[in-house]
């Protein structure tokens, strides 16, 4: 319970493990108010939308860091989460190639968090799936670009790597 004036305010609910609920809330002179939030169970999966990367290539486009920055506080919302950075590809080209690719895409989101956000690394694992887990048909142009992706795989707690 909360005595507020009146005015708008935005109101931000988190609880490990779930998703994070925010609401605007106006608030008249001596207005009582009652809200509910429906949390919901974070997946065991979740695709990072905008992550983008030049044609073969593992550096992170500019257009991409608005993204990065919303998995960044995705991260610090849900400090108690360990993640797994996948990296996915289309199937063009060898296997190798593409898997070989789909982990420096991984490393390169793994150090972003890191580097730029402060992220503990101790929480973060890449991997390069390549194109084993493709989520659309790889035939055309359009399922090609849902298959290269970066997903956070999500855990329970992180716990330290050895050696660290």
Known sequence: ELELEAGTYNVSVTSPGYVAQVE?????????????FDM???PKKMTLKGVFFDSGKATI?????????????????????????EGHTDSRGTL????????????????????NHGIDPKRLTAKGVGPKQPIAGND????RALNRRIEFQLAGPAVSKPGS
């Open 24 to 36: 605007t809330i106006a608030l008249g002179e001596r207005e009582a108010s009652a809200h509910n």
């Open 140 to 143: 055309t142009a359009e399922g």
């Open 40 to 42: 919901s169970v974070l």
């Open 61 to 85: 486009k500019r257009e991409s860091f608005a993204a990065l920055e919303e998995a960044a506080e995705f991260l610090f919302n849900n400090e108690d989460l360990a993640v797994v950075i």
């Open 96 to 115: 190798a190639t593409n898997l070989a690719l789909s982990q420096r895409r991984a490393d390169s989101v793994m150090k972003y968090l890191v580097v």
